[in-house]
């Protein structure tokens, strides 16, 4: 150092820190020799604190504020240095400017997964990621634990060892919470006021205090995320519901398949017409196999002649919407003139009968037409 720096250093009388950066903890103020004048003009301004240090032991702390440098406002370092009576210029001191803002979006996140013993889905694996805020709460205890006589502090010299503790203590909060692992998405913020209360003590062993911490997100494997999305969907719909809808989906897709066993691309419809046909079928076949049965019975006791068996009803087709329906009996046939499906104009036949004709040229069906209103008469 040349002469000019000796000189300039013993003129210093000011002692201030403006902060040009945006992670600077701790800076110590530096001048020739550590020699600070006698009555001295010391500022520190808001979010800061200063910190004299003598020989290695921290003296005397100054809040926000301007101060003249003696022993009475130096009682601490005073005392240290024996000044029972004043001090001559000038003294020996360290001095650290200490940043007592709010350090805010610090990441932590788990770089290995965390294994949890969940009640449900017994182990898996989870990770998890988010934010938190710290300030220099105690700045002696802090220069004392993690600074030591590091010059100029920054929040990447710290940020490695908070993650390290920030993630082992949230891994011990996540066991302790018993919250179910389905239940991590909607409870984010009671997690991270379980892990903030958790986490807190720790981390003012070291001066600084924890002001903010936030669980963004918690990930899971993706068998064990679509495996709750079904429960929770079979809890909340009609499983009965359920079904009858995936086998209306399931006709439809075979309606749309031109190989497909719903009927050449008739679609939808005709696939219910083929199902009320073979109910039907299905019932003459019923009807016949109980008429049979009937005439294999063995004739009734007392000598009296077999009865011949009863006659068959007629079975009556009907042409609706231009398409061949049926074979439907008499009563279904009364039953859907009353509905309105079929009119005096429809035609029908049954066997026997050489072509189609309408339904009032039925002698048995026309008899049905009297109890149905005749259409309004126009407006």
Known sequence: MGIWDKLKGELIDIIEWLDPTQDTMVYRFERYQNEIKNG??????????????????????????????????????????????????PFKAEVYFVNTKNFTDRKWGTKNPIILNDDRYGMLEIRS??????????????????VGTDGEFTTDEIDQQLRSIVVTRFTDAVGESRIPV???????????????????????????????????????????KKEIFELSRLEKIDLDKLAKLKA????????????GAAGAGVGMGMGFAMANQMGNMFNQQNQQQQSQKQAQQPPAQGGGATPPPLPQAAQYWVAINGQQSGP????????????????????????????WISASQIQEVSGFFGSVPPPLPNA
Do not use: C
Request: glycine letters at 8%.
């Open 248 to 259: 209306a989906k399931a006709m439809e897709k075979a309606a749309e398949n031109p190989s």
């Open 328 to 355: 439907y009996d008499i009563a279904t046939i009364q039953n859907m003139i009353a509905g309105g499906q079929i009119s005096r104009e429809s035609l029908m036949w049954k066997q026997g009968m050489a072509d």
């Open 40 to 89: 001295a003009q010391l500022t520190v301004r808001e979010s800061q604190m200063a910190v004299f240090v003598s020989e290695g032991q921290i003296a005397d702390v100054f809040g926000p504020g301007m101060y003249t440098l003696n022993t009475q406002n130096l009682p601490i370092l005073a005392t240290l240095k024996g000044w029972k009576y004043g001090f001559n210029s």
């Open 129 to 146: 990621f988010g934010t938190y805020a710290i300030k220099i709460d105690d700045p002696g205890k802090f220069l004392k634990q993690i």
């Open 182 to 224: 389905e239940g991590f998405a909607g409870n984010v913020n009671e997690l991270s006021e379980f892990a903030l209360q958790q986490l807190h003590p720790e981390f003012m062993e070291y001066g600084i205090n924890l002001t903010k911490f936030l669980v963004e997100n918690v990930s899971m494997p993706e068998e064990i």
